[in-house]
T-cell receptor, first 111, second 115 residues
Framework: DVKVTQSSRYLVKRTGEKVFLECVQDMDHENMFWYRQDPGLGLRLIYFSYDVKMKEKGDIPEGYSVSREKKERFSLILESASTNQTSMYLC??????????FGPGTRLLVL | AQSVTQLDSHVSVSEGTPVLLRCNYSSSYSPSLFWYVQHPNKGLQLLLKYTSAATLVKGINGFEAEFKKSETSFHLTKPSAHMSDAAEYFCVVSRLTGGGNKLTFGTGTQLKVEL
């Protein structure tokens, strides 16, 4: 079974704080993805990575950055958290981009 | 550009009755289409996928979807709903970008199953 773990299920941060969300997978998949999920909007791709140290912007990268120093780990960074970044953040991984395995999500609240 | 439209944000059915979740797609070429399901407090899971082989695709838990090019539709069905089917369902299309294939998600359909 593919296991995708995310560092926190719930997180509360203050406006302006730097926030790190971590995702770890145990299946040696090349591709890793970060999405945010908002009611009525579905999932939107923030960033993805197809190899170590490689990253590409998704549809809504503004206000976010990512880091992939090791194949199994993909971090999402909110440089200066804002209230409009309150959301559910989902990490996914896959050998291809089409079949993705998702983590349980991190629900982030920015006050 | 590739996109999907889920026609219902909420669907409510009685246990034992058929389920129909509707999805229309827009694509400039033959698309790859998927349905993902998200149960409460769980990660998304792939239900089924269409990649230009058989137009009727069978997935897990008794779900199936039919690709209809003439109607640009990929509706998800199940003959008999079970309480455990209550979840949010996402219709998804794969799109080709400069960085490879990406998934574009629909806005989701919340399925409620009543006794």
């Amino acid at each position: 079974d593919v296991k995708v773990t995310q560092s926190s299920r719930y997180l509360v941060k203050r406006t302006g704080e730097k926030v790190f969300l971590e995702c770890v997978q145990d299946m040696d998949h090349e591709n890793m993805f970060w999405y945010r999920q908002d009611p009525g909007l579905g999932l939107r791709l923030i960033y993805f990575s197809y190899d170590v140290k490689m990253k590409e912007k998704g549809d809504i990268p503004e206000g976010y950055s990512v880091s992939r120093e090791k194949k199994e780990r993909f971090s999402l960074i909110l440089e200066s958290a804002s209230t409009n970044q309150t959301s559910m953040y989902l990490c996914a991984t896959g050998r291809t981009s089409e079949t993705q395995y998702f983590g349980p999500g991190t629900r982030l609240l920015v006050l | 550009a590739q996109s999907v439209t889920q026609l219902d944000s909420h669907v409510s059915v009685s246990e034992g009755t058929p389920v129909l979740l509707r999805c229309n797609y827009s694509s400039s070429y033959s698309p790859s289409l998927f349905w993902y399901v998200q149960h409460p407090n769980k990660g998304l899971q792939l239900l089924l996928k269409y990649t230009s082989a058989a137009t009727l695709v069978k997935g897990i838990n008794g779900f199936e979807a039919e690709f209809k090019k003439s109607e640009t539709s990929f509706h998800l069905t199940k003959p008999s709903a079970h309480m455990s089917d209550a979840a949010e369902y996402f219709c998804v299309v794969s799109r080709l970008t400069g960085g490879g294939n990406k998934l574009t998600f629909g806005t989701g359909t919340q399925l409620k199953v009543e006794l």
